[in-house]
T-cell receptor, first 113, second 108 residues
Framework: DVKVTQSSRYLVKRTGEKVFLECVQD?????MFWYRQDPGLGLRLIYF???????EKGDIPEGYSVSREKKERFSLILESASTNQTSMYLC????????????FGPGTRLTVT | GQSLEQPSEVTAVEGAIVQINCTYQ??????LSWYQQHDGGAPTFLSY????GLEETGRFSSFLSRSDSYGYLLLQELQMKDSASYFC?????????FGTGTRLLVSP
């Protein structure tokens, strides 16, 4: 059974803190993605990676960075958390040829106070 | 850029048929995907259309017209468990762009 796991389901951080969200997939997928989901706005792509050490900006990369040192792991970093980054963060992965079918993790609900 | 439009909410009764429409404007179109997301859950893949026409998977079907930049998801024999949010997503080069989602409420 395919699996994408995220390091935390719920996270509470203070403004200005550095935040790490980690995602691991066990499907040997080339592509990995980070989205944030907010009511009424759907899923918005923050960053994605199509290979180890490669990264591409999505639609809303400001305030975020990513790291992919191993194929199975993709980390999202909030350098200095702000209250407007309070959101649900979803990680996903897909095979190189199956970009239309992404597998999602359970999500991390981040609250920045 | 890319933009997608889908209704924010649709209601129906058990056993009925419902159609969720999606129109899109995009540069670089490879196909249209559909995802389902239950409250508190992760999105799960339902179907994908790369070519014009209808794709059927059990009670769910998806349609695409590339010339009209339009697609829909058709759910038949609705069940209470189909109450969820449904997202269309345009597949561009290397990534998906998601619509804002349609909340489907199925009542007894």
């Amino acid at each position: 059974d395919v699996k994408v796991t995220q390091s935390s389901r719920y996270l509470v951080k203070r403004t200005g803190e550095k935040v790490f969200l980690e995602c691991v997939q066990d499907m040997d997928h080339e592509n990995m993605f980070w989205y944030r989901q907010d009511p009424g706005l759907g899923l918005r792509l923050i960053y994605f990676s199509y290979d180890v050490k490669m990264k591409e900006k999505g639609d809303i990369p400001e305030g975020y960075s990513v790291s992919r040192e191993k194929k199975e792991r993709f980390s999202l970093i909030l350098e200095s958390a702000s209250t407007n980054q309070t959101s649900m963060y979803l990680c996903a992965s897909s095979s190189g040829t199956g970009g239309h079918e992404q597998y999602f993790g359970p999500g991390t609900r981040l609250t920045v106070t | 850029g890319q933009s997608l439009e889908q209704p924010s909410e649709v209601t129906a009764v058990e056993g009925a048929i419902v159609q969720i429409n999606c129109t899109y404007q995009t540069s670089g179109f490879y196909g249209l995907s559909w995802y389902q997301q239950h409250d508190g859950g992760a999105p799960t893949f339902l179907s994908y259309n790369a070519l014009d026409g209808l794709e059927e998977t059990g009670r769910f079907s998806s349609f695409l017209s590339r010339s009209d930049s339009y697609g829909y998801l058709l759910l038949q024999e609705l069940q209470m468990k189909d109450s969820a949010s449904y997202f269309c997503a345009v597949r561009g080069f290397q990534k998906l762009v998601f619509g804002t989602g349609t909340r489907l409420l199925v009542s007894p």
